[in-house]
């Protein structure tokens, strides 16, 4: 099966740019998918199609997708940008959905 | 507005079977898939399986398969999810997620929590 590779954690001081990536092989080829989860909260999406954002999400929040990485960028992070992020692909192959581990933003 | 209600919180032995609803409103019924994902403690999102709404034909990752039953009521716009043979490591947020006009989730159910204890 298609495997989704995140870093385990990911810290920015505010106001800076934070990256937060996600591998897979030639996963540039597919539509990959953010979501931020905070604590205690349902996942809320704030990236699909590799780098549209849906309405209500800022426009910090972005991405892009080649080769083997997409990253999720977040431009001049908040205190309240902290939480969980996952990316998230359909893998046509085994007609499967596939969420990356997870990246813990800390805001220091 | 699209909504997602699910049941409340479940405490369940281990060897017994929990059955998770959520209540679809705001949007027609048949008409999106419905996924279920879980997040257990310390871990993360774990994608479960999925029904059409309309045709009842479902599909799950290899992990479930076996345990997991994922039913529809159109009647009432409810999905159902039904995990048996439930162990100490089921321990989890269950949520049900409507995919969107592509292969993400744009709405979310608030969750349920299920135990599993003796």
């Known amino acids: 099966s298609y495997v989704l590779t995140q870093p385990p954690s990911v810290s920015v001081a505010p106001g800076q740019t934070a990256r937060i990536t996600c591998g897979g092989n030639?996963?540039?080829?597919?539509?990959v998918h953010w979501y931020q989860q905070k604590p205690g909260q349902a996942p809320v999406l704030v990236v699909y199609d590799d780098s549209d954002r849906p309405s209500g999400i800022p426009e910090r929040f972005s991405g892009s997708n080649s080769g083997n990485t997409a990253t999720l960028t977040i431009s001049r992070v908040e205190a309240g940008d902290e939480a969980d992020y996952y990316c998230q692909v359909w893998d046509s192959s085994s007609e499967l959905w596939v969420f990356g581990g997870g990246t813990k933003l800390t805001v220091l | 507005q699209v909504q997602l209600v699910q049941s409340g919180a479940e405490v369940k032995k281990p060897g017994a079977s929990v059955k998770v609803s959520c209540k679809a409103s705001g949007y027609t019924f048949s008409g999106n898939s419905m996924h279920w994902v879980r997040r257990a403690p310390g871990q993360g999102l774990e994608w479960m399986g999925w029904?059409?709404?309309?045709?009842?034909?479902?599909n799950s990752a290899q992990k479930f398969q076996g345990r997991v039953t994922m039913t529809r009521d159109t009647s009432i716009s409810t999905a159902y999810m039904e995990l048996t043979r439930l162990r100490s490591d089921d321990t989890a947020v269950y949520y049900c997620a409507r995919d969107g006009s592509g292969s993400w989730f744009g709405y979310w159910g608030q969750g349920t929590l299920v135990t599993v204890s003796s």
């Open positions: 030639n996963i540039g080829s597919r539509s």
């Open positions: 029904i059409d709404p309309n045709s009842g034909g479902t």
